[in-house]
């Protein structure tokens, strides 16, 4: 089927993140092929509410056709979830997986509990869809488990480029690592990890880039840097440009994920693309977007994690072989390639007739 139109739906559309960026980027690539296209929100957000218009307002901006698919971005609950439900267009879910409430209520019981919502709304939706995309195979698993067997794996493109300008890596051995402020990231295993490497690498210095989530887990970690006297050695840079994201991997010595959740691994891909060796742990959809690209990890103790990144820092033809493979494992993750993909997804869909 060649659609007419291709209407996505996000909880609320953030630019910076990996979901906001992706649902922007499919946009790009309908318009690209004169498929008409329009994101709709459940909240607005100030910083793009001028490329995104409220589900309630679809019957006004669209045009009546058979020949429209709605594209659902599940990555929360949402008030766009039961006006979804309640259309007759066909409908592909674009599945991004949740966190588990489990490790987020210590620290955000209402966030929690919004996230249970959006599992019982993620039953609804699995039964009216037709098919869903899915960023990895980890993520299809879940969607197979609730009675949804047409899934597609089509991973997130990797759009990151290297600045024009040279960028030489930074004087001091550094620890970068890309994400979210929140509690399944595991920021406190890199710091407690950094705390014992120290007395290896005086010097050594830890990054962190990213918004910051949760306040409260923000205020644990900048304790627990206090609390093991890393003040001089660990930044939070909060969100960065996409110019000085690049320049944050290039900067850096080695590339460290402790995340107990990933549905997927976007700054992963980013680092090695970038030439950055990347160390992660072995949890979710991580092994599957590292490949043999990396250095992985099952046990994220500090003596272990601490060893693994003096290994990698200190031995050159083993952080050479890193580079190389994890290049190479980057380059399938180009845009023309996830593209293709997506599109063969999307037409596979039988005709539906409203």
């Not at 820092?313 to 994890?326: E, F, P, R, V």
Request: hydrophobic share 45%.
């Amino acid at each position: 089927m060649i659609w007419d139109s291709v209407h996505q739906f996000v909880p609320t559309l953030i630019q910076g993140d990996a979901i906001g960026d992706y649902t922007l980027w499919v946009r790009e690539k309908l318009l690209e092929k004169n498929i008409q296209s329009e994101i709709f929100v459940g909240v607005e957000n100030n910083e793009t509410q001028n490329i995104t218009h409220s589900f309630g307002e679809m019957e006004g901006l669209t045009h009546p056709s058979k020949n429209t698919l709605l594209l659902y971005h599940v990555a929360q609950a949402s008030t766009c979830a039961q006006f979804i439900l309640d259309r007759t267009e066909p409908l592909a879910l674009i599945f991004h997986n949740f966190t588990p409430p489990e490790q987020l209520i210590n620290w955000d019981g209402a966030l929690a509990d919004d996230l249970m919502r959006a599992e019982r709304e993620l039953k609804q939706l699995a039964e009216r869809a037709q098919i869903a995309i899915c960023d990895s195979s980890y993520n299809a698993s879940a969607l197979n488990k609730l009675g949804l067997i047409n899934t597609s794996v089509v991973p997130l493109p990797i759009r990151i480029n290297k600045p024009v300008s040279v960028v030489k890596p930074s004087n001091d051995p550094t620890i970068l690592f890309v994400g979210r402020i929140a509690p399944n990231k595991a920021f406190q295993d890199i710091i407690a990890a950094a705390a014992l490497l120290r007395t290896k690498i005086p010097n050594v210095k830890v990054r962190f880039v990213g918004d910051t989530s949760f306040t409260s887990y923000y205020s644990y970690l900048t304790k627990l840097v206090t609390q093991l006297a890393l003040e001089d050695a660990v930044t939070f840079t909060g969100r960065v440009t996409e110019t000085q994201l690049a320049k944050e991997y290039l900067s850096a010595q080695v590339f460290c994920c402790l995340s107990d959740h990933e549905g997927f691994g976007v700054p992963i891909l980013e680092a090695m693309k970038l030439g950055l060796p990347v160390i992660a742990y072995n949890a979710a959809a991580v092994p599957e977007t590292l490949g043999s690209a990396g250095l992985l990890i099952d046990n994220k103790s500090p003596t272990m994690v601490a060893t693994a990144i003096e290994r990698v820092m200190t031995d050159q033809n083993l952080s050479k072989a890193m580079i190389a493979a994890g290049e190479q494992r980057a380059a399938i993750f180009s845009e023309n390639h996830i593209a293709s993909k997506i599109f063969s997804a999307i037409n596979s869909m039988s005709d539906y007739e409203n």
